[in-house]
């Protein structure tokens, strides 16, 4: 199914985005029946919320719930989220219509720009713009109806009310006569008026119009009303045009036979949301076309096609009224069981610290140097064909990965962890991201670890503390020490030529009953030279926060790689971009993963949410260096 349709299907869909409209929904309502104010957060008066500045669509809403409010108001607007149990209230639930008879979208708008005075509800006027919170509300307010019950509503509109107020509700119906009847479609003046506002008017003007409905028959017809002023998340947003994606399919493996008859699917995105899915099928030459696309700046496409069971596509697309045309090549591959080809392109290895524990995070690049995919093979041990090996060191404990689960993706046979997702050719075909505990006794620990491929660039940073003592027998060299958000790390740089094992030794470690010396409110912080040309990235989005105290990863989009240490702003600002745009080529071809079956609902929204929250916090690092250079008076 297509995430389009997959969207579109609020009877019949998986959970996920109904649910996670759920988490901001029953935020809104918690805060609008607080009561309660502040210097802060500003009183709501309907005159002063403007009209949004276009027509608000829930769909491009969806994500906005997922990423800020779904931990505590739960996937379904149930009020069931995760982080329910540390709230001293319960969430207010948005899948009852009874709890919006007496809320306005202006007032749900305020709440969620301002934030609650008990601070249960963050305001989000910071991170996000009156057009995104307006999709947000919208979105929210969708929850508690769907597409069949508007529809049914629509019928019962068009059948009694559309003669005098207009198909489209503008109040204009050939019945209305020389007085234009009250225009339904005017966001100013709807948004300010609750249901039971609205049905009390219709109560007071014409009783009898619908006295036959039922109660809920009644309400349905009044979110079809609703619906003149914004677009439901079954609707898509996406705007045809006079655009238009021209390509071919080759073939990328020296002995591969031709690509013949292959379907090409296209998909648009809007605010990093899937908003239309076209198909097509590739001629004898391997030659496709999509027609008739939007032009607008706002919307990007990703082509994709699944060849032997692999999905493969392009990386992001986007046309304007300039260039309104596009030619691009997608090679797809044959594939192979070998995986010798496999190399480490970049690594990086972080040692936390804490009582009687060490936090190990291990973030790879990987590049395949054939010309093949590089598939599943079948292990003694394994349930499914792997095709990566990472080792992990055998007193290891709590494994876990930033993207799947053991027992799942990812596999265990003895100490050695498994992929199992094909690793395409390319100099980085995939990024993982792998976490562990080596748990210690007294003040000293050692762990080994295999590497199972060479390679060809590893940082190693251990967290400082005083006294520690740090031993390694792999080929590092020491590059001084570097502070990065806060906590002092230890640097060392080098390359395995080949595969081979590493063994790491620490002395002076904190003890299981021991304080963190780096977190006493009296002590002194000892200043830290750091090595020469060494510059810590502009922001380090924390991906692992969930695997435990003290986490610290050096990624920029979900397992991309800043490893070379920017020399100049300039640099390092190309970085960014370059990491944003490869973020948002990985949502692309997540999306297309999902829609091609291979990945689950719940495991897609989750690696859909963590790299969409890393995208917002590169283009926030992007545009707080244009700023910066900006200030600087720096010209380029």
């Known amino acids: 199914m297509s995430p389009l349709r997959w969207l579109a299907s609020p009877l019949t869909h998986a959970a996920c985005w109904r649910s996670v409209a759920g988490w901001i929904a029953a935020a809104l309502l918690s805060i609008m029946f607080a009561g309660t104010t502040s210097a802060q957060t500003p009183p709501y008066n309907p005159d002063e919320i403007a009209a949004p500045p276009v027509r608000p669509a829930a769909m491009l809403g969806a994500s906005i719930y997922q990423q800020n409010c779904a931990p505590c108001h739960g996937m379904s607007g149930a009020g069931d989220g995760p982080q329910v149990a540390t709230l001293s209230v319960a969430p207010q639930s948005l899948d009852d219509q009874a709890a919006l008879q007496e809320l306005a979208p202006a007032a749900a708008f305020h709440a ?5 005075a008990s601070g249960a509800m963050p305001a989000l006027q910071s991170t996000l713009n009156d057009t995104q919170l307006w999709h947000a509300v919208f979105y929210a307010w969708s929850l508690h109806t769907d597409a069949d019950r508007v529809a049914a509503g629509a019928a019962h509109y068009a059948e009694q009310c559309a003669a005098c107020h207009g198909v489209d509700g503008r109040g204009d119906g050939a019945d209305a006569g020389d007085d234009l009847q009250v225009d339904f479609s005017g966001q100013q003046a709807m948004n300010v008026r609750t249901p039971a506002a609205l049905d009390a008017g219709w109560q007071a003007a014409h009783a009898d119009i619908g006295a036959e409905l039922t109660a809920a028959e009644r309400e349905d017809v009044l979110e079809a009303i609703r619906a003149f002023t914004y677009l439901p998340p079954w609707e898509s947003p996406y705007p045809r045009g006079e655009g238009a994606i021209e390509g071919r399919i080759v073939q990328g493996s020296t002995d591969g036979a031709a690509p013949t008859a292959q379907e090409v699917t296209l998909m648009a995105y809007m605010s990093f949301t899937p908003v239309a899915t076209f198909t097509t099928t590739t001629d004898a030459d391997g030659a496709f076309a999509f027609e008739q696309l939007a032009t607008e700046p706002d919307v990007v496409y990703f082509v994709g096609t699944n060849y032997a069971e692999i999905a493969y596509g392009s990386d992001l697309i986007s046309l304007s009224p ?3 045309t596009l030619q691009l090549e997608i090679p797809v591959y044959e594939t192979t069981t070998d995986p010798s080809a496999l190399r480490v392109n970049r690594m990086q290895w972080v040692v936390d610290q804490q009582p009687g524990a060490l936090r190990v995070r291990q973030i790879l690049i990987v590049s395949n140097d054939q010309d093949r995919t590089v598939v599943g093979r079948a292990l003694d041990g394994a349930e499914r064909p792997v095709t990566l090996a990472l080792p992990a060191p055998a007193n290891a404990v ?9 027992g799942a993706r990812y596999q265990q046979v003895g100490d050695v962890l498994y992929d199992t997702t094909p690793l395409r050719p390319g100099a980085q075909s995939r990024q993982v991201l792998m976490g562990y505990t080596i748990p210690f006794e007294g003040t000293t620990a050692a762990f080994t670890t295999d590497f199972a491929y060479p390679v060809d660039a590893l940082t190693l940073l251990v967290a400082d503390l005083p006294d520690l003592d740090v031993e390694t027998d792999a080929p590092l ?18 390359q395995l030529d080949a595969s081979q094992s590493v063994t790491l030794s620490l002395q002076n470690l904190i003890p299981a009953a021991g304080a963190d010396p780096r977190q006493a409110p009296a002590a002194v912080a000892t200043p830290i030279a750091a090595a020469p040309d060494v510059a810590v990235t ?7 926060a969930g695997l435990g105290v003290g986490a610290l990863v050096l990624v920029i989009g979900g397992g991309i790689l800043y490893w070379k240490y920017a020399h100049d702003k300039r640099q390092a600002q190309q970085t960014l971009l370059d990491a944003k745009e490869r973020l948002l080529t990985e949502i692309a071809a997540l999306d297309d993963r999902h829609a091609q079956g291979e990945m689950d609902d719940e495991t897609w929204s989750a690696e859909r949410v963590a790299l969409m929250r890393t995208v917002r916090t590169v283009t926030a690092d992007i545009e707080r260096q244009t700023a910066g250079r900006k200030s600087a008076g720096v010209r380029g």
């Open 477 to 494: 060299e020491a590059v001084g020490n570097q502070m990065v958000q806060g906590v002092a790390y230890r640097v060392w740089n080098g």
């Open 538 to 544: 502009p922001s380090i989005p924390p991906l692992f």
């Open 322 to 324: 300039l260039t309104p």
């Open 112 to 116: 969620v720009k301002y934030g609650s």
């Open 398 to 406: 709590d494994l876990e990965f930033q993207d799947g689960a053991l």
